[in-house]
């Protein structure tokens, strides 16, 4: 949503902006980053060197106005969490860049680039979509005030900021303008919205707005933060057909004692009575998670026990990440890092595979069903799609045959009633009804 506002606002200022990594044809190029882990940090500065090796064999001509063709990159400017944590370190090291802004000095950017003042004032809407036209992303609040012991995301963002109601409603009442109707809502901590402006949940009184506004027709929510849980958005989601029943809630692992260290202040038993009233108060509900493992001070128990609570939580969807010790972390002051690389990479592997085990199970229990399915795109012969258990990029598709037994013609961002016929361990296929 960062590189979003940030076109929006050079938009705004006339430049014509283009989001495509892979194919850069302009003479400005503006790189996002990430900083939180180890690999989107090794991945962002992969980017910048890509991008950096490619300025310095061009030459540098003044800034041309046409569009439509192939430029030379002219300037090259970073911005996001990795630029705001290493520029000085970096700059020494890429000296082709031009700029380095940090994650939220979106302005300093525009003004940078911009020969007439950048009009300020101009509230959330100021935003260039970057997905299909039919899904967006939407922050409702920024930062978080948990402190897990492994994680920079503090450090970077600064204290929890919830936005207000009324500008969120009305970003979604433009997303809705714009074609969107699946809107995930993303925040770091999507369980303390509202804390900091009103001293109480704001959730589930934002989300059931969200869902009565004319256009919306999935909703779907990220990264909630199981202490604290706000619980009367279990009633607003039951009640809504348009909110997903999917619910992305981070556990990070199941022993109290790597819980303790990692300071994520519940315990075991607590996260399973958590998700136990969640599925209750939520008939089918899909919860994804995220588990680390490998942090300071996990043992082979604290591992063989992780593995076991995976296999009698049957998560619909896991992702598995290995500990990177990071600057200022409470873990990176703290603890020695003292679980090997290769130890933390077959753990992973272990648990996605007891994952893989799970999910193909569970895609078994779909085939016969009828599932209303959103068009995503095509792809070779398949028209690709998702149902409201599977947020774009991260999860599950239904694969349909667009040729299976006559050619058919789908309209991407549209929903169609689709019979599972077959299911993978991360894939269904099926026919339209
Ligand atoms: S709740 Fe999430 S964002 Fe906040 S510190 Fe913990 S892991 Fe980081």
Redesign the pocket.
Known sequence: MDTERVMGMLANAGFVCHHDPEHPTAPIAIINTCG?IGDAKEESINTILRFAARKSLTPQPPLPKARGRVYPLERLYVMGCLSQRYREDLAQEIPEVDGWFGKFEWDKIVESLSPIPFPKGTGCIMRQLTTPKHYAYLKISE??????S?????LI?GR?TSRPMEEILDEVRWLVTQGVKEVNVIA??LSSYGLDIAQRHLLPELIDRMAQIEGVEWIRLH?A?PTDFPWELLPVMAKHKNICKYLDI?L?HSSDQVLQL???HITCQEQEEVITRIRREVPGICIRTTLLVGHPGETEEDFDQLKAWVQKMRFDRMGAFAYSDEDGTYAHIHYQDDVPDEIKQKRVDELMAIQQQISTELMQEKIGQTMRVMIDREDGDFYVGRTEYDSPEVDCEVLIDRYAERPLCCKIGEFYYVKITKAEEFDLYGEIC
């Open positions: 939180f930062g978080c005030n948990r402190m897990c492994y994680c920079a995301i503090p963002t929890h770091q901590d990264y933060y981070a990070q990692m300071r994520r």
